[in-house]
């Protein structure tokens, strides 16, 4: 029989209505003849609930360990609940935790990674008559028999990893969206929803803020090829409902730009006349990778008089750290410099497009819109799906708007 | 090293303040040299929390191994929180979910039994400088890989099963009472908390509606010999602090009687008049055991021309599923009955007493005491340490203060 792997997040499955709408929604595809395993999160709030106490349990230096096992527990909750529901519903369904699969995974415990999923079990009981395996998500087990959690959103991960191991038709994840869209609906009204997204395109974008998928699960099922689906549990749904993320050839013809990201709350830091000399780089990147510092794009310019300026950005809230790590490192290091500079009142705003690998010029075209509407750019990186830009935050919605309008990509 | 196993019920571990004040308990034996073994419950209110969302989702003919999975998260969570607070106060601590120990059971889920406890992954912990192993409490997991539930208050078995299996000096049970009392404080101000008390008075007591320990608990721990003490996680302890429950040598001198229980919403029931012939008790008990009747108290008149009056007790809130069992029991097995009445104004009081096997005459001063008070006794029953009687509820107050009196339990 084919097999499917659903996954519900936390707001699909907040209370025992929820729960049971999800019963329905599950029982649908099994009437369709498939054998379904179902990944669950927590009820939403109770992995924060959860979050809370081992924060004020164990202070700074936790034991991760502990923490998981913690952790862990809300989606053991929430699989048995909908198993039950989907008994009374007179479906043969059961839960497992991720020990009793087991999950194998690594032992970086908060945030491990699947190694292994042995289907012999789950095979068996299909076998048998088993309908849906309910499982418990972001969950699994140690080679020291210990309770690991893969990670915030580490659900969907679980999804596409059953998914692959299991040689599953589709990975529908369901969440409280019905799909992926052009652009934030909320920034720009003309955001319209993509019925097909390459998974490149999804890597980026939510690399880049746009948090309907967790980027490790869009990267593992690139990998294995998992047809992944992102559909609202909210709505009915027909057969091609959401958005699908696939491979580039299963997407007939596409828009140059898919869509337009952002984020909102950057930084920039600038290190102003630097001495350019060969290491100089390492002695500041390291001691703010170090300090916990996400530094996203980094500019430097040409050097004149052996002296450069560096530029990075990084989230605002990191700016005070970011400080003083390298101003701490500049003074160990003896490396002289002139100023360091932080402007916190910038965003990101990126257009992404398997497209421009074939299409020269969009660079071009997304400056012209920008400057057309009066936007001073800061700093341009690009990859090569990828051109992204630090504007002053005031411009972040003008922006975007600017750009879904140039690439027109309210039109399919 | 000497070891220990701590029992702490769901009021003690409420919220992060009262897990510390655990934690700060544990030390203080972790100092005195003891490798100690702590058993939690779920914060309190949680498996409720839980329960209601099982009845809710499961119906009537809920999935017993999906409501233990669901059910027994609570003291996951806890045994987590513990360990972590336990390490913070620089303690070498871990937590054990049931399946980790592995605590094995049987597979009657929900009211599963122990069955073993391998303790070599203890004892190497142990051996390798491990001081608290925190173990959540009321679970295990069946030879099918399931997890299992003990039914309620089963943590106060785990803690005895631990005990037991690791030779534990003693099982300190820490409750929200300060310990055993010869009566409950609030119907009589004399009631006096003992130091000891036998194993066998514990049983009658607990059985009885005293609810300081599970009944099964105690059964355990008067097998395998472990000593049980019942304290107080609300006040500073000394070494003798609380009740040790004990062997019958281990107290040297005792009062006849020990304590009067009470149960205060029992009723009763008569069939007057049935055909007394062989075969009729089980014809009527029978149908209420399958009925989920907990019958408690039975007496049966001598019979006169071949027809008796039988007459038994229960909760009162089952005296309408009692009463259809027993009519459609009578109307199938064809037996004539004259009428069957129900009394649902009783309560139950005992005395309970190992002394009772060597002096004569207690049943005749109890029976004389409450008819001092003008209390008319409605069924008598006797064990070798017990004797109960059943009267109307609203002399049960006066009744258990008559008895403490005559028994002058306020002497120790």
């Given at each position: 029989m084919p097999r499917l792997v659903m996954k519900f997040g936390g707001t699909s499955v907040a209370n025992l209505d929820r729960i049971r709408r999800v019963g329905k929604r599950v029982g649908v595809e099994v009437a369709k003849g498939y054998e379904v395993i179902v990944v669950v999160s927590a009820m939403s709030g109770?992995?924060?609930?959860?979050?809370?106490?081992?924060?004020?349990?164990?202070?700074?230096?936790?034991?991760?360990?502990e923490y998981d096992a913690v952790v862990s527990s809300g989606e053991n909750v929430t699989a048995g609940l909908l198993a039950m529901v989907l008994q009374s519903n007179g479906i043969d369904a059961r839960s497992w935790?991720?020990?009793?699969?087991?999950?194998?995974?690594?032992?970086?415990?908060?945030?491990?990674?699947?190694?292994?999923?042995?289907?012999?079990n789950f095979d068996a009981k299909f076998a048998a008559g088993m309908k849906v395996a309910v499982v418990a998500g972001f969950q699994g087990v140690s080679p020291e028999g210990r309770i690991t959690t893969l990670g915030r959103g580490g659900s969907d991960t679980t999804a596409v990893a059953f998914a692959a191991a299991f040689g599953a038709e589709r990975c529908d994840i369901y969440t409280d969206v019905d799909g992926v869209y052009t652009t934030d609906p909320r920034v720009s009204s003309k955001a319209r929803k993509l019925d097909r997204i390459a998974f490149e395109e999804m890597l980026e974008l939510a690399s880049l803020g746009a948090k309907v998928l967790q980027t490790r699960s869009v990267e593992l099922a690139m990998r294995y090829k998992v047809k992944l689906r992102v559909l609202s549990s909210f709505?009915?749904?027909?057969?091609?409902?959401?958005?699908?993320?696939?491979?580039?050839?299963?997407?007939?013809?596409s828009n140059v730009v898919a869509g337009?990201?952002?984020?909102?709350?950057?930084?920039?830091?600038?290190?102003?006349s630097v001495a350019d000399r060969p290491g100089v780089s390492a002695a500041i990147f390291g001691p703010l990778a170090e300090a916990g510092v996400n530094v996203d794009m980094i500019v430097q310019n040409i050097a004149e008089d052996g002296r450069t300026d560096m530029t990075f950005s990084l989230p605002v809230d990191q700016v005070e750290r970011a400080e003083k790590a390298v101003r701490d490192?500049?003074?160990?290091?003896?490396?002289?410099?002139?100023?360091?500079?932080?402007?916190?009142?910038?965003?990101?705003?990126?257009?992404?497009?398997?497209?421009?690998?074939?299409?020269?010029?969009?660079?071009?075209?997304?400056?012209?819109?920008?400057s057309a509407e009066g936007i001073n750019i800061k700093v341009i990186t690009t990859s090569e799906i990828k051109i992204s830009v630090l504007i002053d935050r005031k411009y972040m919605e003008l922006a975007v708007?600017?750009?879904?309008?140039?690439?027109?990509?309210?039109?399919?």
């Amino acid at each position: 029989m084919p097999r499917l792997v659903m996954k519900f997040g936390g707001t699909s499955v907040a209370n025992l209505d929820r729960i049971r709408r999800v019963g329905k929604r599950v029982g649908v595809e099994v009437a369709k003849g498939y054998e379904v395993i179902v990944v669950v999160s927590a009820m939403s709030g109770k992995t924060n609930e959860l979050v809370g106490w081992v924060g004020d349990a164990g202070g700074a230096l936790y034991d991760a360990r502990e923490y998981d096992a913690v952790v862990s527990s809300g989606e053991n909750v929430t699989a048995g609940l909908l198993a039950m529901v989907l008994q009374s519903n007179g479906i043969d369904a059961r839960s497992w935790q991720g020990w009793q699969v087991p999950v194998q995974t690594t032992s970086a415990h908060s945030s491990a990674r699947i190694e292994d999923i042995p289907t012999d079990n789950f095979d068996a009981k299909f076998a048998a008559g088993m309908k849906v395996a309910v499982v418990a998500g972001f969950q699994g087990v140690s080679p020291e028999g210990r309770i690991t959690t893969l990670g915030r959103g580490g659900s969907d991960t679980t999804a596409v990893a059953f998914a692959a191991a299991f040689g599953a038709e589709r990975c529908d994840i369901y969440t409280d969206v019905d799909g992926v869209y052009t652009t934030d609906p909320r920034v720009s009204s003309k955001a319209r929803k993509l019925d097909r997204i390459a998974f490149e395109e999804m890597l980026e974008l939510a690399s880049l803020g746009a948090k309907v998928l967790q980027t490790r699960s869009v990267e593992l099922a690139m990998r294995y090829k998992v047809k992944l689906r992102v559909l609202s549990s909210f709505e009915e749904q027909s057969d091609n409902a959401g958005t699908l993320v696939c491979d580039e050839e299963d997407i007939m013809e596409s828009n140059v730009v898919a869509g337009v990201a952002f984020v909102r709350d950057e930084a920039k830091m600038t290190l102003i006349s630097v001495a350019d000399r060969p290491g100089v780089s390492a002695a500041i990147f390291g001691p703010l990778a170090e300090a916990g510092v996400n530094v996203d794009m980094i500019v430097q310019n040409i050097a004149e008089d052996g002296r450069t300026d560096m530029t990075f950005s990084l989230p605002v809230d990191q700016v005070e750290r970011a400080e003083k790590a390298v101003r701490d490192a500049m003074a160990r290091e003896e490396i002289n410099f002139h100023d360091l500079i932080a402007d916190k009142d910038v965003s990101k705003v990126s257009v992404v497009g398997i497209g421009m690998r074939s299409h020269a010029g969009v660079a071009a075209q997304m400056f012209a819109a920008l400057s057309a509407e009066g936007i001073n750019i800061k700093v341009i990186t690009t990859s090569e799906i990828k051109i992204s830009v630090l504007i002053d935050r005031k411009y972040m919605e003008l922006a975007v708007q600017a750009l879904h309008d140039v690439f027109e990509l309210e039109k399919g």
